[in-house]
């Protein structure tokens, strides 16, 4: 076995491995989390919406009760008007009289309550007509939205199929003990387990390594290990001269 060799295999199988690492990532995470912003925004207006058809609701029952409140002083005004002339004593007519002028006063009052009542019903249809229209748009903005990530995944998964399958035949090619050990880093570091010496440092870690350590890379006897993120080691411009 060449180890120069292997590392050569193993630079580019991690190469592929950081694509696959961060289409994982997308597929797994960035996209979902993108399709929930977009569902929670919707459903955020779409509780709105309900807020204003409540307020609506409540607005239309108050105008009926006031409705009611009217009629209701509206037959008392016709009884009391009725009773006017059945009355025998001056004094007795009188009193009907204030009754009946007190009640006009009131019906009078109601009916202003029953247009305003009528007034904040308009206000209230128009702003529920408006955030309609509002979470209409939103809607078809999310569907058109869901529709394209959905399909950004499903492109995603067929590159990972690729990417997975040329990475598979890859691995096969490489010594099994030194595949064991990048598989294993692999799953236990965030998708690198090789790592470049960059001007004397880990890339990975930014460990500043020892000329002994960069000497023992240059004999390509073993595999050697940064010492703080235990990832494999090696010089690119010694790999790929
Ligand atoms: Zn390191």
């Not at 105008?63 to 009391?80: F, G, M, P, Y």
């Not at 890859?170 to 690198?192: M, W």
Request: hydrophobic share 35%; net charge negative.
């Amino acid at each position: 076995m060449n180890l120069k060799d292997e590392i050569r295999k193993l630079a580019e199988l991690q190469e592929l491995d950081s694509q696959i690492y961060e289409l994982n990532r997308e597929h797994d995470v960035t996209k979902p989390e993108s399709l929930q912003k977009i569902k929670t925004d919707f459903q955020e207006k779409q509780s709105t919406l309900a807020k204003f058809e409540t307020d609506l609701k409540n607005l239309q029952l108050k105008k009926k009760e006031r409705e009611i409140e009217l009629a209701t002083k509206e037959d008392s005004l016709r009884k009391a008007q009725g009773q006017l002339y059945q009355l025998k004593t001056n004094k007795e007519y009188q009193a009907k009289l204030t009754e009946i002028g007190s009640l006009k006063a009131d019906i009078s009052v109601a009916e202003e309550e029953v247009l305003k009542t009528l007034e904040e019903i308009d206000v209230a249809k128009t702003k529920l007509d408006q955030e309609k229209a509002v979470v209409l748009e939103i809607e078809n903005k999310y569907k058109l939205q869901e529709g394209k990530v959905n399909q950004e995944i499903k492109d995603i998964e067929v590159k990972l199929s690729s990417l997975n399958s040329k990475r598979d035949q890859l691995s096969r090619e490489i010594d099994k003990t030194i595949a064991v050990k990048y598989e294993k880093l692999i799953l236990s570091r965030n998708g690198l387990a090789l790592a470049a010496v960059k001007n004397n440092n880990c890339s990975a870690c930014h460990l500043a390594l020892t000329h002994q350590k960069i000497n023992e890379i240059k004999m390509y006897d073993n595999m050697v290990f940064c010492e703080n993120c235990v990832r494999m080691l090696y010089l690119p411009e010694d790999i790929f001269q």
